[in-house]
């Protein structure tokens, strides 16, 4: 769990609070297994989408930031620094970043590994700043749906490529 920046100063709930905050997100429906922990790996939520109850092995990467307040009025920007990027960069999986403000509990999301348009199973790494959206029921859907498409895009081909 990373804070949005390393301030001594930022109080030492920031972290699981915002943790806690995606959990609380992710839990509201009932097609997703949150795995544990992996912060050495750059995520810190693991997330398997299952399919009518059942496991199906697609998997996500949430990486879970904190922020004591942000103007809600502009977006935020993240951007990742370079050790980070290379964490990223042969993950396997879907990658996407949460921050929580704990303020007013507010979330705002990106990709930092999505789906790559026109190209079937490919991603992108995005390493470049980019502004969060905000995080809502209606945006996890949206990425739980991206998700699956890319599965479903990446078993496609696979099945053309072995024909």
């Known amino acids: ?31 997703l297994l949150i795995w544990p922990n992996f912060p050495d790996r750059g ?12 496991r199906t092995g697609r998997l996500f990467a949430i990486r879970v930031q904190a922020a004591l307040s942000r103007e809600v009025s502009e977006p935020p920007v993240l951007s990742l620094s370079a050790p980070q ?9 879907p990658a996407i970043v949460l921050l929580f403000t704990v303020d007013n509990d507010a979330g705002f999301f990106r990709w930092l590994k999505a789906p790559a348009p026109g190209t079937p199973g490919a991603l992108t790494l995005l390493e470049d700043e980019g502004a969060l959206t905000p995080f809502t029921n209606e945006t996890l859907a949206g990425i739980i749906e991206d998700v699956s498409r ?4 990446r078993a496609a081909a696979a099945l053309t490529t072995t024909a």
């Open 85 to 93: 990027s290379g964490i990223y960069r042969d993950l396997p999986y």
């Open 1 to 31: 769990m990373a804070n949005d920046s390393d301030n001594p100063q930022e109080p030492w709930y920031l972290g699981p609070r915002a943790e806690l905050l995606a959990r609380l997100y992710l839990t509201r429906r009932d097609d």
């Open 43 to 54: 995520q810190d939520l693991l997330v398997e989408i299952l399919r009518d109850g059942q």
């Open 150 to 153: 890319w599965y479903d895009a």
